[in-house]
């Protein structure tokens, strides 16, 4: 099985394709983009029917739609259901892109000789999704595709997936297959590929703090009167110790606890602190006390303000005490922790910690639990095998900070295991400004994922006998 | 002597001619407003050459002009010069006025039954700088106009006054007089007159908290990197202690400690607790250990965050840590503490607890010095017996919590003492959405004013003998 001479000979076309898919601003955060949202998953749905799915269908939801696909071969084979997002983060703040975040362009550098498309989702999730459905056209046109496929594609996963649940509630039987498999993390490096076999849960909240009903003067009632940013700032302190721990009563009792052995294979993934500390302009890194950088951002939970506002904001000066004062926070949770129960254990927390002189409100967002995938089954091992045929050498496992609510939703409801086969990189900035993917990671993807079909098929059936 | 006829026959036309003044929306923090400003000027002009000015000029500095008048009738006799400032304080939030800023309207309240003016500087200060415009036309229009005059209104009180210190320093002749006269402060209530004693400085400075060079993903660096926002809040937590006292090591070396008589002094003008609670909507005050309310907002130096801002403040949600946090924080000082003094000793211990992981700016801002006016001199007395001719009982001397940087300088530049009757209320929400401005309490100064000038005038002209 040999599909670079395909993609090489298409691989112009397959790069317009997804500029296409960018210049959508799918941003499902933002209610004034719905009507772009929708054209996005309209736009999805042509490409899946363009890569050779017999039916594609656009489920509605009571949020944005899911696109559904698939490509059914012989039912005796097995079926692997592809799992992506079309929406994308908000892009601001806007002044720091270097290019509109739209208006998608190739750039090359250091880490991509050989260009980088730079936009909002040319990473997270567009990109790394539509590896898959090129990956098809590949194996079709090659007459390579060893078992039935499903796709579905979500657009909500960027606001906590929130009509996801009832979907696989609904429809256990259309999506029920033998693994899933997941594009939508990164890999070490360009020549030391990855598969990701743990994911951080989520509980994001909103706070208010309410002191007088109105805005003061500064002068006339500053000193006798709560501020409720100083308040708010005070209780946000007081969320973590003096060595970085967090505070909040019961916060983690069910944190999984890794076994030094386990620790120390971690620590074997290649990481160089000053890299680190430079590619990103820190003087120093800063976490919980005893645990590692690649620890602190993998296998412990987490609780970061990704939000504050209150007051004024303009142009000089403006001597006010104002009347609210406002945070997102954001929980980051290892395995074994859940996420409605630390939502709950906050919101009881921060409300307890509120002094006399202010009402507080906490209004959770929306959450999702973590999780970790075994190294023994045999999609870990096709994954592992795909890497060897398409980069030569073996996956490194590590565990990643960032959450996919539903790789545990699926477990719960359709019974099946995961892979995550990510091709992005810690330096595409997903999230952030100039997000970028290097179209050397794009096209690599695009020729490894059809190697893991091949050998999960080949493993399923020996399995089988 | 007997104004109210004069001031009753032309009160419509004294009402209408401050709301054409309060449409110009003359904010001078914000750069878009620099035409609104320089007209608010113009319009001032024009109204003290109405109301019988000799010599009006609008006087260039390096930021917004300060409009110069006189009235010169006999070398011998004594001078008053008037000061107040044409601009106002930015109208934010606009969603919570319930009528434009910049459109007064006339609505009758619970404490006006009369009316009062709704429009951002109706109080403060176009509202009483413009009682002081009238009071001279009722005086020139009666015959009553005992001494000499003189006019100086300044556009950049509510930026901290900068290009003041050296336009005082420059027209000292210009300037020269026997005393100072503002109405820029509040009364107690409205059968209550009040001379302010005492006015606390002001130190205004805007922090910045870097730490990576750009957005993050949370999840990807979530607990491994300083969040700017955690840390300013950390920060700011830690500038007071659990008493409420301010951290930064010499804030309140300088502190003028006052006796206990003069605290009982203090303690007899009428407050009660539970209209203050009840007004501005607080289930409890808040402040400084072993002082009363009363004195935390008037004899206590205090530190507020007046606006803070980071991250992602749009709908939704977005998992970001930010790389930067900003705060504006300022400080009311008291008598003998010196703002220049204080901003230093907070940059310097602002920038000392910052840990290692995140870079700090501190921008001063502007300031002014704290002051604290005799009740001995003749014009207090003139004050206090002006107070008795229009409202039938002394004033009750008070400190406020509000800062008038100029005055300090007025006596280091010119030797004046300056005298501080106020006409607004608290409850005029001024530097808050729907500032108002009692039209009895304007039509009131209008009376009252006339009276300062003649008692003024008898007293100096007694002392001389």
Chains 1, 2 share one sequence.
Not at 152 to 173: A, H, K, Q, T
Request: hydrophobic content about 35%; some cysteine; overall charge negative.
């Amino acid at each position: 099985m040999n599909t670079r001479p395909y993609i090489d000979k298409h691989k112009q076309r397959f790069i317009d394709e997804l500029i296409e898919l960018l210049k959508i601003p799918s941003i499902s955060a933002d209610p004034k983009f719905k009507k772009e949202v929708l054209m996005t998953a309209g736009a999805v749905k042509i490409n899946l029917e363009a890569a050779g799915c017999d039916k594609v269908e656009i489920c509605e939801t009571t949020g944005f739609p899911i696109v559904y696909a698939e490509k059914i071969i012989d039912e005796s084979l097995p079926t692997v259901l592809v799992y992506g997002h079309y929406d994308v983060q908000p892009p601001d703040p806007m002044d720091l892109w270097n290019s509109p975040p739209f208006e998608p362009v190739i750039q090359n550098t250091d880490i991509h000789p050989e260009g980088a498309i730079f936009a909002r989702g040319a990473c997270d999730d567009k990109g790394q999704m539509y590896i898959h459905v090129k990956a098809m056209e590949v194996m079709i046109q090659n007459d390579q595709l060893p078992c039935n496929i499903k796709f579905m594609i979500e657009g909500e996963e960027e606001v906590g997936s929130v009509s996801l649940e009832s979907f696989l509630e609904l429809n256990r039987e259309k999506l029920s297959n033998d693994v899933i498999l997941i594009s939508d993390t990164g890999m070490i490096s360009k020549d030391v590929p990855s598969i990701t076999t743990g994911l951080r849960g989520l509980s994001y909240v909103e706070v208010e703090v309410e002191s007088p009903n109105r805005d003061l003067h500064s002068g006339l009632y500053g000193g006798a009167v709560a501020n409720p940013i100083n308040i708010l700032a005070k209780m946000i302190a007081s969320l973590h110790d003096e060595n970085k721990h967090i505070t909040i009563p019961g916060f983690y009792d069910k944190v999984e606890e890794l076994s030094s052995a386990e620790r120390e294979k971690m620590a074997e993934a290649p990481f160089y602190l000053e890299n680190y500390k430079k590619h990103i302009g820190i003087n120093d890194v800063h976490g919980e006390k005893g645990f590692t950088t690649n620890e602190r951002n993998s296998i412990r939970p987490t609780l970061d303000v990704n939000g504050i506002w209150g007051g004024y904001m303009g142009e000089g000066a403006k001597t006010v005490i104002p009347s609210k004062a406002y945070a997102k926070i954001s929980m980051r949770l290892v395995p074994n922790q859940d996420w409605r129960e630390i939502t709950e254990l906050f919101k009881t927390h921060f409300e307890s910690i509120a002094p006399d002189s202010v009402k507080v409100k906490v209004k959770p967002h929306h959450g999702g639990q973590g999780y970790v995938t075994p190294i023994d089954g045999i999609e870990y091992q096709a994954a592992d095998l795909a890497f060897q045929d398409a980069f030569g050498k073996p996956a490194v496992p590590q565990r990643s900070g960032g959450s996919i609510p539903i790789v545990s939703m699926f477990e719960k409801y359709l019974g099946s295991k995961t892979v995550l086969m990510g091709f992005g990189l810690n330096s595409d900035a997903i999230h952030s400004p100039n997000e970028h993917f290097g179209i050397w990671n794009y096209l690599k993807g695009i020729e490894t994922i059809p190697y893991f079909y091949k050998h999960f098929t080949e493993l399923y059936l020996k399995e089988k006998k």
